[in-house]
């Protein structure tokens, strides 16, 4: 298949480039380079030996984005474009509802025009609000506690409405649930611009050196050791899920939960981390972050039995390859 991927320099995104190359398909990318750097795109050369098309466009941009439809015959699209950080997003709500929701509306309007009839979303774990694990595709969606998180919930509800009112327009919600680790070659990976907000790259910087030490948010928690417990899914298991997707629309709206299934403590990665990588992470425990849950797992088993997808890396994999990557950060 020939299909766009916005987003595709950034961490997921390059991920799942390199996993649809190496499943034989044909990738074009679309990326503005706000959160990513232009760079990725001959690393993902390096890995596959094929060096995608891209466009440095604004996924928001109708005009721009058309250009790349009319040039290119496109069969799906993996929309990845988006603003991600939650503390940003409750201090800024406008520029998320702006740029998460237009570039949703935007790629659906050109793929109705240009009879593109496969649409994978990218969407995330939050929109489950605070229900009890292990979380199901079927469950309500409830407030997130976030505008990020609303963002996807409303693409979600849009991208659905479209599907119904167009019998051909097939869509795919993947919730991503914590992703984490780096391709095994250690050239592509997470690198966010500043300090780190998710948990995994912040340990990286306090590994490295960049940052003193790591503060857990909160030892309180109703859980074994008292953190917080996350379904971590190393980031190469999860582009994997978005090959098996966008292969296999059978129905107007497919909705699968990317996770392990298992739920991790955050000290038990903080302790993974030091004991597979033989390096210290100084941490201090403070107080909870708000607006977080004690406890988010998936119930992965619906993506393994309608799509035959299932994470298969470990939790040392993950800790291992996001050092591995970090390493060789200048
Ligand atoms: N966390 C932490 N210290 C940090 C960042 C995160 O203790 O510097 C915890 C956070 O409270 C949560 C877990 O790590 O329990 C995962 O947080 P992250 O921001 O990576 O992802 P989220 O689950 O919030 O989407």
């Known amino acids: 298949m020939n299909i766009l991927v916005t987003g595709g320099l950034g961490f997921i995104g390059s991920h799942t480039v390199v996993e649809l190359i190496e499943s034989n398909h044909n990738v074009i990318i679309a990326d503005n380079l706000s959160n990513s750097e232009i760079g990725v795109l001959d690393r993902i050369a390096q890995i596959t030996n094929v060096k995608?098309?891209?466009?440095?466009?604004?996924?928001?941009?109708k005009k721009a984005v058309e250009e790349i439809f009319k040039n290119n015959h496109i069969d799906g699209i993996i929309h990845f474009a988006g603003f991600k950080a939650?503390?940003?997003?409750?201090?800024?709500?406008?520029?998320?509802?702006?740029?998460n929701i237009l570039s949703t509306i935007v790629l659906s309007?050109?793929?109705l025009k240009y009879q593109v009839n496969k649409f994978v979303f990218s969407s995330s774990a939050t929109v489950y609000g605070d229900q009890p694990s292990p979380l199901k595709e079927d469950m309500i969606?409830?407030?997130?506690?976030?505008?990020y998180g609303e963002t996807k919930a409303i693409s979600e509800r849009i991208l659905k409405d479209i599907s119904k009112a167009n019998g051909n327009f097939s869509v795919c919600l993947l919730r991503y649930f914590n992703p984490v680790g780096a391709h095994k070659s250690s050239i592509i990976g997470e690198n966010p611009k500043g300090i780190p907000n998710n948990l995994m790259p912040y340990i990286t910087k306090v590994a490295k050196g960049d940052l003193p030490k790591l503060n857990i948010f909160g030892n309180d928690y109703d859980t074994s050791d008292g953190t917080g417990v996350r379904d971590f899914i190393h980031v190469v298991d999860l582009a994997k899920g978005h090959v098996k997707a966008i292969e296999n629309m059978n129905s107007n709206v497919n909705i699968y939960n990317l996770g392990?299934?298992?739920?991790?403590?955050?000290?038990?990665?903080v302790n993974a981390f030091i004991k597979c990588n033989n390096?210290?992470?100084?941490?201090?425990?403070?107080?909870?972050?708000?607006?977080d849950v004690a406890i988010t797992f998936a119930d992965a088993s619906k993506a393994e039995k309608e799509l035959g997808w299932k994470a298969e890396l470990t939790i040392e994999d993950m800790v291992k390859n996001s050092w591995e990557y970090e390493k060789r950060l200048i």
């Open 86 to 99: 939650v503390g940003e997003s409750v201090e800024n709500p406008l520029k998320y509802y702006h740029n």
């Open 141 to 147: 969606l409830l407030p997130t506690t976030n505008p």
């Open 52 to 61: 995608p098309k891209f466009y440095q466009i604004n996924v928001t941009d």
């Open 109 to 111: 309007e050109l793929c």
């Open 279 to 291: 390096i210290n992470i100084p941490y201090e425990i403070v107080e909870r972050r708000p607006g």
């Open 260 to 269: 392990t299934g298992k739920g991790t403590s955050v000290l038990e990665l």
